[in-house]
């Protein structure tokens, strides 16, 4: 099950990545794959439509084949998946699997590193999907030893290298908290069950902010002014889906934004440096100001 879902993926990704390939062309890609044990120079027609199928049956990835242009192989919602986060990390994180498990490859494929959190995850994620309550052994980075609590997740969500798990935990019964998976000691699943409320969406909840804390920032309209150079990475990779970049004439270029200015967003802003500025809202532009003030002084 586990390989046809591998080949099944492999399969997927060669052709969104193509847009339209010929069959000779996905058998010549599988010559060379590193999911090709048996060093085969094609795929056989069944096994090749048994992995088509799986595609679409399990991952909900449709891919068709057109006829009448030399029968080219596509996947009609491309779009889609592209937009689709869940299906889109499922892709890349497969096709980096595919580097990584090929020994041949290591000195070529550098990852960042990334905080031993990875093991929780996997029974976080059964928890969740089970609407299990977990008991969490936790210790913040301010605190001088752990502590104990229950815990509803509602969602899991990464960002900078670091899994978070957001949720009500007997702690904080009356509001949403996120918490790093970094930072757990152990965890264990209870049997005992708990719902998720319907109105709760976790893409809606963070939608209007950048990263994984909220606070009690409001969300307003942000604009920004950057050189030509740095607004070439902010089109190529977008801050935040509300970015919009606005008419300009010059060597400048400014973009807006319609997010909560929290720490995170501001941290994000200022690794642009003197490269970007803040022009909207006032409140934001002086906080930079001080920032800078508080910056200077460390070098006087």
């Not at 009448?68 to 996947?75: E, K, L, M, N, S």
């Not at 918490?179 to 809606?204: C, E, M, V, W």
């Not at 990475?233 to 606005?246: F, I, V, W």
């Amino acid at each position: 099950m586990i390989a046809q879902l591998q080949h099944s993926l492999w399969l997927a990704n060669t052709i969104l990545s193509a847009g339209r390939i010929t069959r000779a062309e996905i058998d010549r890609r599988w010559a060379y794959s590193s999911l090709n044990d048996r060093h085969e120079s094609f795929i056989n027609e069944r096994t090749f439509h048994r992995w088509r199928i799986s595609a679409e049956s399990i991952l909900g990835i449709l891919i068709e084949c057109d006829r009448h242009a030399g029968y080219t192989y596509y996947i009609p919602n491309s779009e889609a998946i592209r937009k689709d986060q869940s299906k889109r990390w499922l892709l890349d994180s497969f096709a980096m699997t595919g580097l990584v498990r090929d020994e041949d490859m290591h000195p070529y494929v550098l990852l960042e590193e990334m905080p031993s959190d990875s093991q929780y995850l996997t029974p976080i994620m059964d928890a969740l999907r089970n609407r299990r309550v977990l008991s969490v052994r936790y210790q913040r980075f301010d605190a001088p030893e752990g502590r104990t609590f229950t815990m509803q997740t509602y969602c899991v969500k990464s960002f900078k290298r670091r899994w978070y798990m957001i949720g009500l935990s007997s702690d904080h019964p009356n509001e949403i908290r996120v918490y790093a998976l970094d930072r757990i000691l152990s965890l264990q699943i209870l049997d005992q069950a708990y719902t998720i409320p319907k109105n709760f969406d976790g893409r809606a909840y963070f939608k209007n902010y950048y990263g994984i804390f909220r606070g009690n920032v409001e969300p307003t309209r942000i604009l920004i002014e950057v050189n030509k150079q740095e607004a070439k990475y902010l089109r190529s990779l977008p801050l935040h889906h509300s970015q919009k970049e606005l008419p300009t004439t010059g060597q400048t270029c400014k973009f807006e934004y319609f997010l909560a200015p929290t720490l995170d967003f501001i941290q994000e802003l200022r690794t642009f440096g003197a490269d970007l500025k803040v022009l909207e809202p006032q409140s934001l532009v002086k906080q930079f100001k001080q920032l800078g003030q508080d910056y200077q002084k460390l070098y006087l």
